[in-house]
């Protein structure tokens, strides 16, 4: 249930410019839902990239980076910080930004994942709840499984990126 920020008064769904919103019936005022934002953390190492599996729903049993939701007070690349050291024990610290990733399908919400390059500083290896195992994984052997919410994509971009530079380096071995 829902109530109106300005009066008080319990909102009603209604359409509106073709969209199901939450409207006030006594003042008009309309509740405009938001993107959830997500952030996660690129670590690789010797060409390879760490990944995390789910063993909670949306996704069970599927791989994905080191992520989760953004507080509303927080700086996403802080966010992608603490959420790899609750998931992997991993102390790291955010470079650049690798890509932004806007998702329809998770049931959670719709939303945009932001992905960071990161330099591991300290840290072994070790899982929590969310969690129930960590692997590297090379370009070309990815697990079949990846969760969506973004994380599919931006996996798959990293690999492409891989192989494009592995090709290059081969090329250039060649000559
Ligand atoms: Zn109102």
């Not at 599996?53 to 599927?62: K, M, S």
């Not at 992520?67 to 024990?89: L, M, Q, S």
């Amino acid at each position: 249930m829902a109530y109106c920020f300005q009066c008080g008064t319990e909102l009603n769904e209604k359409s509106l410019e073709n969209n199901l919103r939450l409207i006030c019936p006594e003042c008009g005022w309309v509740y405009y839902p938001q993107l959830k934002v997500s952030a996660a953390g690129l670590i690789e190492m010797e060409g390879s990239l760490l990944l995390v599996r789910r063993n909670t729903q949306p996704w069970l049993g599927a791989w994905y980076l080191p992520a989760g939701y953004v507080e509303a007070d927080e700086d996403p690349a802080i966010a992608a910080a603490r959420e790899v050291r609750e998931e992997t024990g991993l102390i790291i610290h955010p470079t650049v930004l690798f890509g932004s990733y806007y998702f329809d399908d998770d049931p959670r919400g719709k939303g945009l994942l932001l992905v960071y390059h990161c330099d591991v500083l300290e840290g072994n290896i070790t899982i929590n709840d969310e969690v129930d195992a960590v692997g590297f994984f090379h370009p070309a052997s990815l697990p079949k499984q990846l969760t969506g919410a973004g994380h599919d994509r931006a996996i798959k971009e990293w690999a492409s990126r891989q192989e494009v530079w592995q090709g290059q380096w081969r090329q250039g071995i060649k000559h």
